[in-house]
């Protein structure tokens, strides 16, 4: 790959991975991961500026403007901070603000692991509170800041204007507490404090954020009509005595030493907090020094965020068990003495496979090093042998399943260990699991949990039992099984309600071998019912956009196995819809008479695929917009067709509104 290739991978991922985290909420990878990602792009970008474009990750602020939100402009853009990684970078960034300002001061400060919302308050009461968005327009979130017990609604003094700025965040017992009542919902999961603060912030019913305790810390004071500062300690200060719960234990430092030092003892202290940080800033204190130094489009020169290290510690593994997972696979776990480990108590780590122990030279009874890297799985960094003890024990991966007891094997490609035993209890409570997940037929209340009292107790043993629990109903909250009356009526709704889903759904909770949501949306396009894709050739799967060998024998394979389609079977007879919504072609032409335009990349749709979904609908698609454009489908970077659609005034939607179209 050359370099011009690199640079252009690497910002599709930083892209995707931006859109994961500051949209989504649902990071794949870790900030620590993520932030190499991007430091290698800023290098590359440096070294050939010749390639540096206008929508590089590096040239903006992450984020976007949720459509449901209320959208308000901000008053100044709302920019990043540049990072640094090394003591090194902090040197430098004092020594440059002492070349261009005499004795400057600097505040050292925790950056806390949230999400940046302006306040406004009007002659002393609060109007507005909106997040970064994209840095020029961002989304309110007024209903939910109301519901922010640290943030004051008045303040004592009335000044006809004032901004300011913090980040909201949600404490480690919140978070905790959160995980631990949603763990049966089966709703979306967060990984960390952070996510879940933001994805709370950032809906719409304002109930949530009040169940769920979210705090802020005010760091900045934007903008105070009627009133001058001379310095941001000051403006910190003065923010305490109006009622703010300002960044605490703040530090004012002159020299690079100083600066380091408080820098220093915030990354000691960090994992004691009650709540996550993720470095510490470093701000020029005074508030004319701040104007001569000035800021580029992306971060202000007189600021800086040191990001720490991920925190490693030490411990030993007192054992290895296996878990199954629903694909039968084998998970070695460690579990470990219990640490606490970036603020969470850590007690099991996965090792991943055979290979993995093996290169690591991991045996049960090891010292090793643990990581939390961006605070999400721990991981076994390495082992000390040099502290093994003399009755430590080398681990393989056990040749029969630690559920069933069949024989397992392993599959050299992926070094995975799977029990092939497709009978296998473990398997069956992954695979019920599965089927009810939000991505595929989404039951709520059918969690893990649920699941494994449901098999235990002997009601279900399949997917397709699910759909004959109704009749054991009475039986079910007598024992208590799912829990009282109400929650199991909730279960038995929501099952009822799931048998109306689209094909798509039911293909991806059957959890076909190398098929997930999106082969299955490929399939439930291209087929009218379940039959037909049960039914169809190596030859017509072959044919189907992005499916290749490996998924087609997959399929194949499925519907080759005649308890697969006994169980197909049970499903249609319980009322399970199996038929295509999407690939009713003929009979429904909903968008006959309608032209759209596509434009910027759609979150989860290729573009050909949209316009197969138009066209099956009688509509039309056409290349640029005009006054006889009906709708202009856009997504990510959307560049001048959506700016016309706007000037014409054609209705814009997004990938959301559009499959909503096709419901
Ligand atoms: N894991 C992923 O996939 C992924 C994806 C995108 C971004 N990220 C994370 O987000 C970071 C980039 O986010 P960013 O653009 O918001 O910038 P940033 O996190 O590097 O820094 C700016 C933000 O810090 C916050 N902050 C907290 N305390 C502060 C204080 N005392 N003073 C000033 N600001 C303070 C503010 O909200 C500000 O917007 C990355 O470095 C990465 O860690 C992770
Ligand atoms: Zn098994």
């Given at each position: 790959?050359?370099?011009?290739?690199?640079?252009?991978?690497?910002?599709?991922?930083?892209?995707?991975?931006?859109?994961?985290?500051?949209?989504?909420?649902?990071?794949?990878?870790t900030d620590y991961?993520?932030d190499?990602?991007?430091?290698?792009?800023?290098?590359?970008?440096?070294?050939?500026?010749?390639?540096?474009?206008?929508?590089?990750?590096?040239?903006?602020?992450?984020?976007?403007?949720?459509?449901?939100?209320?959208?308000?402009?901000?008053?100044?853009?709302?920019?990043?901070l540049?990072d640094a990684f090394s003591k090194e970078e902090i040197y430098?960034f004092v020594?440059?603000?002492?070349?261009?300002?005499?004795?400057?001061?600097f505040v050292v400060e925790m950056k806390i692991d949230?999400?940046?919302?302006?306040?406004?308050?009007?002659?002393?009461?609060?109007?507005?509170?909106?997040?970064?968005?994209?840095?020029?327009?961002?989304?309110?979130?007024?209903?939910?800041?109301?519901?922010?017990?640290?943030?004051?609604?008045?303040?004592?003094?009335?000044?006809?204007?004032?901004?300011?700025?913090?980040?909201?965040?949600?404490?480690n017992?919140?978070?905790?507490?959160?995980?631990?009542?949603?763990?049966?919902?089966?709703?979306?999961?967060?990984?960390?404090?952070?996510?879940?603060?933001?994805?709370?912030?950032?809906?719409?019913?304002?109930?949530?954020?009040?169940?769920?305790?979210?705090?802020?810390?005010?760091?900045?004071?934007?903008?105070?009509?009627?009133?001058?500062?001379?310095?941001?300690?000051?403006?910190?200060?003065?923010?305490?005595?109006?009622?703010?719960?300002?960044i605490p234990n703040y530090k004012?430092c002159?020299?690079a030493d100083e600066v380091w030092e408080a820098v220093s003892s915030i990354g000691e202290e960090r994992n004691k907090l009650p709540f996550g940080i993720d470095g510490a800033v470093i701000k020029?204190?005074?508030?004319?020094?701040?104007?001569?130094?000035?800021?580029?489009?992306?971060?202000?020169?007189?600021?800086i965020a040191y990001k720490y290290p991920p925190e490693q510690k030490?411990?030993?593994?007192?054992?290895?068990?296996?878990?199954?997972?629903?694909?039968?696979?084998?998970?070695?776990?460690?579990?470990?003495?219990?640490v606490k480990l970036a603020g969470t108590?850590?007690?099991?780590?996965?090792?991943?496979?055979?290979?993995?122990?093996?290169?690591?030279?991991?045996?049960?009874?090891?010292?090793?090093v643990?990581q939390k890297a961006g605070d999400?799985?721990?991981?076994?960094?390495?082992?000390?042998?040099?502290?093994?003890?003399?009755?430590?024990?080398?681990?393989?991966?056990?040749?029969?399943?630690?559920?069933?007891?069949?024989?397992?094997?392993?599959?050299?490609?992926?070094?995975?260990?799977?029990?092939?035993?497709?009978?296998?209890?473990?398997?069956?409570?992954?695979?019920?699991?599965?089927?009810?997940?939000?991505?595929?037929?989404?039951?709520?209340?059918?969690?893990?949990?649920?699941?494994?009292?449901?098999?235990?107790?002997?009601?279900?043993?399949?997917?397709?039992?699910?759909?004959?629990?109704?009749?054991?109903?009475?039986?079910?909250?007598?024992?208590?099984?799912?829990?009282?009356?109400?929650?199991?009526?909730?279960?038995?709704?929501?099952?009822?309600?799931?048998?109306?889903?689209?094909?798509?759904?039911?293909?991806?909770?059957?959890?076909?071998?190398?098929?997930?949501?999106?082969?299955?949306?490929?399939?439930?396009?291209?087929?009218?019912?379940?039959?037909?894709?049960?039914?169809?050739?190596?030859?017509?799967?072959?044919?189907?956009?992005?499916?290749?060998?490996?998924?087609?024998?997959?399929?194949?394979?499925?519907?080759?196995?005649?308890?697969?389609?006994?169980?197909?079977?049970?499903?249609?007879?319980?009322?399970?819809?199996?038929?295509?919504?999407?690939?009713?072609?003929?009979?429904?032409?909903?968008?006959?008479?309608?032209?759209?335009?596509?434009?910027?990349?759609?979150?989860?749709?290729?573009?050909?695929?949209?316009?197969?979904?138009?066209?099956?609908?009688?509509?039309?698609?056409?290349?640029?917009?005009?006054?006889?454009?009906?709708?202009?489908?856009?997504?990510?970077?959307?560049?001048?067709?959506?700016?016309?659609?706007?000037?014409?005034?054609?209705?814009?939607?997004?990938?959301?509104?559009?499959?909503?179209?096709?419901?």
């Open positions: 790959m050359n370099i011009k290739e690199r640079i252009e991978e690497l910002r599709n991922l930083i892209k995707y991975h931006n859109d994961l985290y500051y949209d989504k909420e649902q990071p794949e990878i991961e993520y190499q990602l991007v430091q290698e792009l800023k290098t590359l970008e440096n070294e050939h500026p010749e390639y540096i474009t206008s929508d590089s990750p590096t040239q903006k602020v992450g984020g976007t403007v949720k459509r449901e939100l209320r959208k308000v402009p901000h008053d100044v853009p709302v920019i990043s540049q430098d020594n440059k603000v002492k070349s261009q300002i005499t004795n400057p001061k949230g999400l940046t919302v302006m306040l406004r308050y009007h002659n002393g009461k609060l109007t507005e509170g909106i997040t970064r968005g994209n840095g020029e327009v961002g989304e309110s979130v007024y209903e939910n800041v109301l519901e922010i017990k640290t943030i004051p609604k008045s303040i004592p003094t009335e000044l006809p204007y004032l901004e300011v700025r913090g980040e909201v965040y949600m404490s017992k919140s978070f905790e507490m959160v995980l631990e009542r949603e763990k049966n919902k089966g709703g979306k999961k967060y990984k960390t404090a952070r996510n879940l603060a933001s994805g709370t912030l950032r809906q719409l019913d304002s109930r949530i954020v009040r169940e769920r305790n979210l705090d802020m810390f005010v760091f900045n004071l934007e903008i105070s009509e009627g009133k001058d500062f001379t310095s941001h300690s000051e403006t910190l200060e003065w923010l305490k005595t109006q009622g703010f719960t300002v004012i002159s020299t020029v204190d005074n508030l004319s020094d701040r104007r001569v130094l000035g800021s580029t489009s992306k971060v202000p020169r007189w600021a030490e411990t030993v593994i007192k054992d290895i068990k296996i878990q199954v997972g629903r694909t039968g696979r084998l998970t070695p776990l460690a579990i470990l003495e219990p108590d850590v007690s099991k780590a996965t090792l991943h496979n055979q290979d993995f122990i093996n290169l690591k030279d991991i045996q049960i009874g090891d010292t090793v643990i999400i799985i721990p991981e076994v960094i390495k082992s000390i042998p040099e502290k093994r003890p003399a009755n430590a024990m080398k681990y393989t991966i056990p040749t029969n399943c630690p559920i069933c007891n069949s024989p397992t094997v392993r599959d050299e490609n992926v070094a995975d260990t799977r029990c092939i035993n497709t009978e296998c209890p473990a398997q069956q409570l992954g695979g019920i699991v599965y089927f009810a997940s939000k991505g595929a037929m989404d039951i709520e209340g059918l969690g893990p949990s649920s699941v494994e009292s449901l098999i235990s107790e002997g009601f279900i043993k399949d997917i397709g039992d699910i759909y004959y629990l109704e009749q054991y109903r009475d039986e079910l909250i007598e024992k208590g099984v799912v829990g009282r009356k109400k929650s199991t009526d909730n279960l038995l709704k929501a099952i009822e309600k799931s048998k109306e889903n689209d094909l798509e759904k039911l293909i991806t909770g059957l959890g076909i071998k190398n098929v997930g949501k999106q082969t299955a949306r490929v399939l439930a396009m291209n087929f009218p019912d379940i039959d037909a894709v049960s039914n169809a050739t190596y030859e017509q799967l072959i044919a189907l956009p992005d499916f290749g060998d490996i998924v087609a024998k997959s399929i194949l394979n499925f519907f080759n196995q005649e308890k697969n389609h006994q169980l197909i079977a049970k499903l249609k007879s319980a009322g399970v819809n199996v038929k295509s919504k999407s690939s009713e072609i003929s009979s429904d032409d909903r968008f006959s008479g309608k032209t759209f335009v596509i434009t910027g990349t759609l979150p989860t749709l290729k573009r050909d695929e949209a316009t197969k979904m138009i066209q099956m609908y009688g509509g039309k698609v056409s290349g640029s917009v005009s006054k006889k454009t009906s709708y202009v489908l856009a997504g990510e970077e959307a560049g001048s067709k959506l700016t016309k659609a706007q000037d014409l005034g054609v209705r814009i939607i997004n990938e959301e509104e559009f499959m909503d179209m096709l419901k």
